[in-house]
């Protein structure tokens, strides 16, 4: 064959390559010139490793508001999600056949989570609380207990209760007589491994953050039945319902949950109680008959708070003082027999602290911690004498002032703001409150702390801190027990934790470790804990619960 024969040949073949076709590489995903190469991985991994180290700064950078770690560590989840969604679908290189695939199982697993798991609730530092939707709500627990115990017939609702007299160490405020949380001559025991906790009794409860009361045998706290705002005397012994009062009225909230918030008061055969919703009640402790009652937002003309209403009445002489909030009425005085107005005070914005008594420079004083700061006022008339500014940007004020003396108070908020000392003057006819010092290092969001001789012991967003009040210097900070309650019992911390634990601490500027402890309640518990004679009686949104720790 000569060289024309084999050039027409040659035409007629099909050119042979190492390539594959565009065809063959479309179905098989091989390399192709000209067309983007293999799996592209490197954008997630670019996306993962940049939201972690922001994710870190900004941790770091919010290291003194844990509420601010949370939302942003959200934010940043939602984010790196979202760009993890648009690298999978349009920048992974894979088959749309794969990627599709892939979006369909996300979509599918998305669906499972929505309709398997609830939220159950959100803790301190608002991370929330799962629960899978099968198993039943903390209400739903508490109504079959009731309908169940009622229908046993071991409540006491028919048996009279003639009076109520307080005895010596009863419990007939919140947080104490002078409500600083400090016991004394507990005379409890502290030996919880040889001899433990003995449980008196324990049940499910309503809803609602709530704390006890004891009088003469008689435990009261309020909780949320379904649609009815419920205040509840229960026997201290055996903790079985006597009476029943209710308002048709729920407070609902995401965040800190439903239900009332505030603790009862009692008074001269009377209990005194603020609901969330800002109905104030004044109730027979023998019956729970309503006396008298009136909504004190109504009155005040003012909006019931974004958690709800937390304060806890206060009674002296012949008055109830609550923080309404209202632009003419931050506080009302009622007469506490007929609930009549009696004065009304001040224009600062109502937060969640309770109004207290203190002994000024001689003079008795009305002390309130509002969204605005510490103000104290004339207890006969309400008249603001003088203010400190103390705000967040939630206007939340939610721990009690603690007088320290005659002229030093101190206070302490969460929102990054911290504590302060102030050193309160009378220079002629003026008042006026000056800061001593301040520290971010005890930031009390709603946790009250508690003082034993120089040194103050709360919660830093959830972390057990000592400090020294001469100097606001942090002493120690060991402890991680989330956003509990603390009394000072004689020369210990018991401490009951965001986890329903109980713990003894020693009180002193060593740093020491818990002295014992042991599982009291389950679930989430921002509850002030009650000690009445040795008997522990502590409660959350789920359940409530009596031990014996004395000697």
């Known amino acids: 064959m000569d060289q024309a024969d084999e050039n027409r040949a040659d035409s007629g073949r099909v050119p042979v390559t190492d390539e594959p076709s565009a065809e063959v590489a479309q179905t098989e995903n091989v390399d192709v010139p000209g067309r983007p190469k293999g799996f592209r991985w490197w954008p997630a991994v670019a996306i993962l490793g940049i939201a972690t180290v922001v994710e870190s700064i900004l941790w770091w950078s919010m290291s003194e508001n844990r509420p601010n770690q949370s939302v942003s560590m959200w934010l940043t989840t939602i984010t790196v999600s979202f760009l993890l969604l648009m690298w999978w679908m349009f920048a992974s290189r894979l088959r749309w056949r794969t990627r599709f695939v892939g979006l369909g199982v996300m979509i599918l697993l998305g669906i499972a989570a929505r309709y398997s798991v609830r939220v159950e609730e959100y803790s301190g530092a608002v991370f929330p609380i799962l629960a899978f939707r099968w198993t039943p709500t903390a209400e739903e627990i508490a109504a079959e207990y009731r309908e169940a115990h009622s229908e046993s017939g071991q409540d006491e609702k028919s048996v009279p209760i003639e009076e109520v007299v307080p ?36 049940h499910p409860v309503g809803l609602g953050w709530s704390s006890f009361i004891v009088v003469d045998g008689l435990a009261f706290t309020q909780e949320q039945r379904e649609e009815n705002e419920t205040v509840v005397c229960y026997n201290a012994e055996t903790g079985d319902e006597i009476w029943a009062h209710t308002d048709t009225v729920r407070f609902s909230e995401v965040l800190g949950s439903d239900g009332p918030r505030a603790t009862p008061t009692y008074f001269d055969g009377r209990l005194y109680t603020q609901g969330a919703t800002g109905i104030l009640n004044c109730l027979d402790a023998r019956t729970g008959e309503s006396i008298w009652a009136t909504n004190i937002l109504e009155d ?23 923080n309404a909030g209202g632009e003419d009425a931050g506080l009302i005085a009622y007469h506490r027999l007929t609930g009549d107005r009696v004065w009304s005070a001040g224009n600062g914005p109502a937060s969640y602290s309770s109004p207290r008594l203190a002994n000024i420079l001689g003079e008795q004083q009305l002390l309130i911690f509002n969204g605005n700061g510490l103000s104290g006022h ?174």
Not at 300 to 322: E, H, I, Q, R, T
Not at 384 to 409: H, Q
């Open 300 to 322: 005040a003309g003012a909006k019931v708070l974004s958690w709800g209403m937390s304060g806890s009445p206060l009674v002296y002489d012949d008055v109830v003082v609550v």
């Open 167 to 202: 005895a010596d160490g009863d419990v007939t405020i919140f947080r104490g007589a002078d409500r600083t949380g400090r016991i004394v001559n507990a005379n409890i025991r502290t030996n919880w491994d040889e001899q433990p906790p003995r449980e008196v009794w324990r």
């Open 378 to 551: 004339n207890p006969a008339t309400g008249e603001e004498l003088w203010n400190f500014p103390w705000t967040t940007g939630p206007k939340v004020n939610a721990v009690l002032p603690y007088p320290l003396d005659e002229s030093r108070i101190l206070i302490s908020t969460g929102y990054g703001l911290g504590a302060a000392l102030l050193e309160v003057k009378h220079e002629g006819d003026q008042w006026l409150a000056e800061q001593v010092w301040k520290s971010i290092r005890l930031k009390a969001k709603f946790n009250d702390f508690v003082v034993k001789d120089d040194y103050v012991y709360g919660l830093d967003e959830g972390v057990l801190t000592c400090l020294d009040l001469k100097t606001g210097k942090r002493v120690w900070k060991a402890g991680r027990y989330g956003y509990g309650q603390i009394l000072l019992v004689d020369d210990l911390l018991l401490i009951i934790t965001e986890s329903g634990e109980v713990l003894l601490v020693k009180a002193e500027p060593k740093k020491s470790q818990p002295l014992a402890r042991f599982q009291a309640i389950g679930g989430k518990t921002w509850n002030h804990a009650t000690l009445v004679r040795g008997r522990l009686f502590v409660r959350n949104a789920r359940e409530a619960a009596c031990y014996d720790i004395s000697k």
